[in-house]
């Protein structure tokens, strides 16, 4: 019997050892040093938003402003197909408001928006 509680107990240690580790390399990986709620709030959205590393590109960790000039959470970057140009691949950047953009993967060019101030930086359609 004594034994069977050690095994238990050793097992629920390397549970709270291995969670441990995963909790700081998910820390690490959203750049936090200080906890607080809205600490709690990052690490919740990486956990949660865990996309395919088949089709999505790593994120910067930046931020990006929307058309209102408010500071915009990158949720997702994909690189995808351009099928409508018959070649090549664009990379669309999805923000927390829902808006996104859209750019070149060869230039970095801008070549698509949601944003209504980034209307005028588009290329012309003409």
């Keep these: 019997m004594k034994s069977f509680i050690l095994l238990i107990l050793g097992i629920i ?3 709270l050892v291995v ?3 995963a ?3 998910v820390m690490h990986e959203a750049g936090i040093e200080d906890i607080n709620a809205d600490t709690v ?8 938003n865990i996309h395919s590393s088949e ?4 994120s910067s960790g930046s931020d990006s402003s929307s058309d209102s000039g408010n500071v915009v959470d990158i949720v997702k970057e994909e ?3 351009n099928y409508q140009n018959g070649e090549g691949s664009y ?3 999805t923000y927390e408001d829902g808006g996104f953009r859209q750019y070149d993967t060869e230039t970095g060019e801008l070549i698509g928006s949601s ?3 980034d209307q005028s930086k588009l290329p012309s359609m003409e």
């Design 19 to 21: 969670g441990g580790v």
């Design 41 to 48: 709030k990052t690490i919740i959205d990486k956990v949660f």
């Design 13 to 15: 240690a390397v549970v």
């Design 55 to 58: 089709s999505s590109v790593s």
């Design 79 to 81: 690189v995808k197909q």
């Design 91 to 93: 990379k669309e950047v």
């Design 23 to 25: 909790a700081v390399h």
């Design 115 to 117: 944003y209504d101030s």
